[in-house]
């Protein structure tokens, strides 16, 4: 292979590796430092499901009356599900910190416990709902 052949190889290459380590290092980034877009509230997906009802569907003011009911239902819905799936998550949460623990020697348990009960605290935070403390 003659120079010039080399250059051109060498400097695809250092374009590629470029390019590959940019678009590694904005992934890594945006998922360190943008928190996860939180789901929406029962309310909130109605308000937006009317929104969009009456500006691209163009309903009438009747229509809007009847659907107004059902969209609520479904919203109270998507509620109750997000918090009985919190809650599933927790309880799982419980059973595999309740298995560590049986692992763990007594120093290290109470660093594991106060971990989790600052990573728990977060959560309900985050989440804003009420989970009971643990057992």
Not at 23 to 49: D, H, K, Q, W, Y
Not at 83 to 93: A, N, P, Y
């Amino acid at each position: 292979m003659n120079t010039i052949a080399k250059r051109r190889w060498m400097l695809g290459a250092m374009f590629v590796v470029g390019l590959v380590t940019g678009a590694v290092g904005t992934a890594g980034l945006t998922l360190r430092f943008l928190p996860p877009m939180p789901l929406p509230s029962g309310a909130e997906i109605v308000r937006r499901a009317s929104d969009d009802l009456r500006s691209e569907i163009k309903i009438t003011p009747e229509q809007e009356q009847q659907i107004r009911p059902i969209l609520e239902r479904h919203g109270a819905e998507l509620d109750a599900i997000h918090r009985e799936t919190l809650t599933k998550v927790f309880v799982s949460i419980q059973a595999k910190n309740a298995a560590v623990e049986q692992v763990l020697n007594p120093e290290q348990r109470l660093h594991f416990e106060a971990s989790e009960a600052k990573r728990l605290q977060k959560f309900r935070e985050k989440e804003k709902i009420s989970i009971p403390p643990s057992p």
